[in-house]
């Protein structure tokens, strides 16, 4: 049978650099809900500068609508909650960040990225507000779906490469799906980071 598109009843809170919401795939009726920029600390998750363009590229791959032209998502019909981040990887800042999801009922996040330093687990505070989203997010509580992506350095998850040690704590957090990249030949992208604790890859 046909698969479901899924309906606006279901959020998927993309958290990334910028969202450029003047896009026709973004226009729809009641597509977007709870917008928030905790970059410049507004409702307002714009481009800012020229190569602002990541978080609008994932967004349209996960739930683009079908306007007869362009991209389509894999979710055509699921509301869109843009969430820009702030830069820095603090406590405070990425605690705010899931806690706008969760207080907004979104029913997945969308993270497509990771840490910058090699070395980061995470703290108490951002590994326990991580498991109250997955654990008692949504309207029915029963928890949201968490992606992470596993990070392009071409290094493992855990562990080390040329004496450097590898930790990528969002990815490695138990209630996290991590994401790998595949290539044309369904084998790991040369680029993608690896390991035992990836979800799946593709």
């Known amino acids: 049978g046909e698969m479901s598109r899924v309906s606006r009843n279901t959020a998927i809170c993309g958290v990334d650099d910028v969202f450029d919401l003047g896009q026709p795939d973004f226009a729809a009726n009641e597509k977007i809900v709870a917008p928030r920029d905790f970059g410049q600390q507004d409702i307002v998750p714009e481009p800012v500068s020229g190569d602002d363009n990541h978080g609008t590229a ?20 699921c509301a869109f909650m ?18 706008h999801a969760l207080d907004n009922n979104a029913d997945v996040i969308s993270c497509s990225w990771s840490a910058a330093s090699w070395n ?3 703290s108490t505070k951002i590994s326990a507000m991580l498991h109250e989203c997955a654990t ?3 309207r029915n509580g029963k928890g949201c779906v968490i992606l992470f992506a596993a990070g392009n350095e071409n290094r493992p ?3 080390d490469k040329g004496g450097r040690v590898s930790h990528q704590g969002f990815a ?17 992208a040369g680029y993608s ?3 035992p604790r990836l979800a799946c890859c593709a």
């Open 58 to 77: 994932c967004a349209g791959v996960a739930l683009a609508e079908e306007t007869g032209v362009g991209t389509v998502g894999l979710a055509p019909h």
């Open 136 to 138: 008692q997010g949504r």
């Open 82 to 99: 843009p969430v820009r981040m702030s830069m820095m990887l603090s406590d405070e800042s990425v605690v705010s960040m899931f806690r």
């Open 193 to 195: 980071n690896c390991g």
């Open 172 to 188: 490695l957090h138990p209630d996290v799906i991590a994401v790998a990249a595949s290539n044309g030949q369904d084998v790991r």
């Open 120 to 122: 980061f687990p995470l």
């Open 157 to 159: 998850l855990d562990g």
